[in-house]
């Protein structure tokens, strides 16, 4: 008899075994559905806003559409806002799954341990060739010997200039072989104060001062990652930029620009020269007089910004397969190409000249080739592990030699300080 109940509590416990295991099994499968079935993925982006959401709703449509079983949710943010905000999330344990990161950032995000490793997933992707695109823009989102990021776009800055302005004031054009010297002389005889014309505007912040330094033959480091800030070169090139402003009127100060940006100034027609970006084409294009781009001045040597974006995936998302799908989309994708050609939102990141010849097809601006020529005289921006902190106490100290209260060698003075301080 006990033989008997003791073997139909054993066929009840198998039994309840078996359910169990298969109420897990099906638990799992639902939860792996979930995941590789229908998932949603958070993007965090700033290249977009404000100009081109709706090329990126395009782009995100189009993904959507090639991968049914994902959802891309969007958040956008200004520049200036979009890394403290990201920041803030990483620190809170709510990372996107997927954000963009410029050239100059990504170094400080990826030697923290905040980004995923994409190597493996690049190497078991049949569809992803990294021969597809521009080698030194995919290499720039390499650290430590791993892919960290997907380039999704390159920029640069040109000369932009109003041709009408130009006519007015009998003033030629620039040209290529245009030096620091030509652009002076001819931004004197640009600038009206009457009409609150000036001939020239660049800013007077880091992101432009290493490139004028380079345009010198400065450098802010050295190759082995030493200051070298406090150099002949660098004051002769920081006193050109603020010159301009204070000695020569050419430029407009703050206080003239009263809260304006540049770039309303120029469509304004108060700007006749103006050193900005390529992704400007399309804010310009319905601007209410000719205009046109060139090449940049140089001093010593010609020396053109390099500026990339892409697409990393935080090392804590879940969801990781699923955003750098999104990434490499972003990436290598025509359509992408073709959608940020025929919006002028910079150049994407691959390499294909049949793709990329219609851009020089378009014009305003006419002289696009302008673009690929810089690229023969790019410079990168400094990358450190605390290039925000470099960045902005260099923004602080520049501001205090556009206002007087400081010279140019006092400033790099004190900026070789800073820099070592921060770097040690």
């Known amino acids: 008899m006990k033989k008997r109940i003791g073997l139909l509590f054993l066929f009840m416990f198998l039994f309840l075994s078996l359910i169990a295991c298969s109420s897990s099994d099906e638990g799992e499968q639902a939860s792996s559905n979930d995941q590789a079935g229908e998932v949603e993925i958070s993007y965090y982006s700033f290249s977009a806003s404000p100009e081109y959401e709706e090329e990126l709703d395009q782009i995100i449509e189009a993904f959507e559409e090639e991968n049914p079983d994902i ?12 890394f403290t905000k990201l920041q803030t999330q990483i620190a809170g344990g709510n990372a996107p799954d997927v954000f963009e990161l410029n050239y100059e950032n990504f170094v400080q995000y990826a030697s923290r341990g905040t980004l995923a490793d994409l190597t493996s997933f690049i190497g078991e992707d049949n569809a992803f060739d ?11 989102y390499q650290y430590d010997g791993k892919q960290y990021g997907m380039v999704e776009s390159f920029s640069n800055v040109l000369t932009f200039y109003n041709k009408d302005l130009f006519d007015e004031a009998g003033v030629d054009y620039p040209t290529a072989d245009w030096t620091w010297k030509d652009e002076l002389e001819a931004a004197k ?19 432009e001062f290493y490139k004028v330094a380079a345009q010198n033959g400065g450098e802010i480091f050295n190759d082995d990652g030493s200051v070298a800030i406090n150099s002949e070169e660098n004051e002769e090139a920081l006193a050109y930029m603020v010159d301009k402003v204070t000695e020569y009127d050419v430029t407009p100060s703050p206080a003239d620009m009263s809260g304006q940006l540049p770039e309303d100034l120029f469509v304004n027609g108060q700007l006749a020269i103006l050193h900005t970006g390529i992704w400007m084409f399309g804010t310009f294009a319905d601007a209410p007089f000719e205009w046109d781009v060139e090449l940049e001045a140089g ?7 390099f500026f990339a974006n892409g697409l990393a995936v935080s090392a804590d998302s879940d969801k990781q397969e699923a955003a750098y799908k999104f990434a490499a989309f972003m990436s290598a994708s025509e359509e992408v190409a073709n959608i940020r050609l025929d919006s002028s939102w910079e150049l994407p990141a691959i390499s294909d000249e049949e793709v990329l010849a219609p851009y020089l097809e378009q014009t305003s601006p006419e002289n696009r ?10 410079v990168m921006p400094p990358v450190v592990e605390n290039w925000s902190r470099i960045s902005d106490v260099t923004d602080e100290e520049l501001e205090k030699a556009l206002f007087g209260e400081q010279t140019p060698k006092e400033v790099l003075e004190i900026l070789e300080n800073e820099y070592n301080n921060i770097l040690n």
């Open 299 to 305: 001093n010593t040597q010609k020396a053109h910004h």
């Open 71 to 82: 959802t891309v949710d969007k958040e956008l943010a200004a520049y200036d806002d979009y």
């Open 189 to 207: 005889k640009l600038t009206n104060p009457n009409e609150n014309v000036w001939g020239t505007y660049s800013p007077t912040t880091m992101n």
């Open 130 to 140: 990294p021969s597809q695109l521009n080698q030194q823009a995919f290499e720039a």
């Open 369 to 378: 080739q302008a673009v690929f020529d810089a690229l023969d005289t790019l």
